[in-house]
């Protein structure tokens, strides 16, 4: 996709927002990372990293981006936005982006620059490149029940369920 000059500065301006967050979060006790969540041009809402401030290992700057920009339009779908984020997605916000549907994500610094700044998640990139389980830093065990899909099978008999 190739950006016209005005798209192109509104993008910047939206990156410099995020950038400014993560400064900020730093600041402020938190980590450097910043996101904010983007639609129809306008900026919906932002996120800084919290992680350590609200003890909460998934409380990402795009995490809490995708949480606040859900709050503020009224959805659990963030199809028609864009995120745009100080950082490359970790595999988890990645994930969460995913979830969310974005239209798009949009980042500056990237892993091997959160590696170098202290944050190296290169290991979980490498864990999801086709590595079987057995290789995983953790252990996975299934456990054979035998009403495993019971609640699969209300939700799909629920005729009121939200499809997503």
């Not at 919290?50 to 990402?60: E, G, I, S």
Request: aromatic share 8%; glycine share 6%.
């Amino acid at each position: 996709m190739t950006l016209s000059t005005p798209d192109l500065d509104l993008e910047r301006a939206w990156m410099t927002e995020a950038i400014r967050l993560a400064t900020d979060s730093v600041r402020n006790g938190g980590g450097p990372f910043g996101a904010v969540v983007v639609r129809e041009r306008e900026i919906v809402a932002t996120g800084n990293n919290q992680v350590t401030a609200t003890l909460d290992p998934t409380a990402h700057a795009e995490v809490t981006a995708m949480r606040n920009a859900c709050r503020e339009l009224g959805t659990f779908s963030l199809a028609g936005c864009v995120l745009v984020t100080s950082c490359e997605p970790c595999p988890m916000c990645l994930s969460s982006a995913l979830w969310a549907r974005f239209d798009r994500i949009v980042f500056a610094a990237d892993r091997d620059d959160a590696a170098a700044g202290g944050f190296d998640d290169r290991a979980f990139y490498q864990l999801f490149e086709k590595n079987p389980e057995g290789t995983w830093p953790i252990t996975m065990d299934r456990i054979e029940m035998p009403n495993r899909t019971e609640p699969f099978d209300t939700w799909l008999t629920k005729p009121d369920r939200i499809e997503y």
